[in-house]
């Protein structure tokens, strides 16, 4: 079983649709929390980084962490076509413990 | 503007070429690190430096070598490419453990 999961879509919305993207993870150690964007023939891009439970805003985007039930989410309001990307969830014990990428959700966001 | 650039962007080669694949990073971390991305898969680490004169291979078994004489360059070679090297190539730098900055990547393909 994968340390971290996540669904790979693709999740197709129309314009000014409220998406979530979710992972679930099986490590209780995990502490600090991550989502990358991605479009596509780029590297990641850091979108929003949490440490421990409880949600971040930024704009048009909000990351829940709820550890009880080693979930995570991103929730992307009044989405936008240039929201079309892969949207990676990453997590870390912290320390010297590495990085654990889950393998991306393709979202495709239509006018 | 501190940053993160990698070059080539994309090669093509033939088996049996050796190969360097150059990354930079302006931001002054200590740490960087390098992963392999293959399309719809999890980013796997493949080398990681904690500073200039570490290295470490990471969690996918990989038959490149990398080196750390510099804070700001952490290049990889392939000594002798093959087409199961043909993959993207994903630098990335960190001043904490967690929040990672990644370049642009080098899409590798060997014929």
């Known amino acids: 079983q994968k340390e971290v999961e996540q669904d790979p879509g693709p999740l197709s919305v129309p314009e000014g649709a409220i998406v979530s993207l979710n992972c679930t993870y099986s490590n209780s150690a995990f502490q600090y929390f991550m989502w990358y964007r991605q479009y596509s023939r780029k590297g990641p891009e850091l979108l929003m980084y949490t440490y421990s439970s409880g949600n971040k805003e930024d704009g048009r985007f909000t990351a829940q962490v709820d550890k009880s039930s080693k979930y995570i989410s991103l929730f992307i309001r009044d989405s936008q076509p240039s929201d079309s990307a892969t949207y990676l969830c990453?997590?870390?014990?912290?320390?010297?413990?590495?990085?654990?990428f889950g393998a991306g959700t393709r979202l495709a966001v239509h006018p | 503007e501190a940053d993160i650039y990698q070059t080539p962007r994309y090669l093509v080669i033939g088996t049996g070429k050796k190969i360097t694949l150059e990354c930079s990073q302006t931001m002054g971390h200590d740490k960087m690190y390098w992963y392999q991305q293959d399309p719809g898969m999890e980013l796997h680490l493949i080398h990681y430096s904690y500073g200039v004169n570490s290295t470490e291979k990471g969690d996918l078994s990989s038959e490149s070598t990398v080196s750390r004489i510099r804070t700001e360059h952490f290049p990889l070679t392939l000594e002798s490419a093959r087409p199961s090297h043909t993959s993207q190539y994903l630098c990335a730098s960190s001043e904490l453990y967690s929040e990672q900055y990644f370049g642009p990547g080098t899409r590798l393909t060997v014929t």
């Open positions: 990453a997590m870390s014990a912290g320390g010297y413990n590495k990085l654990i």
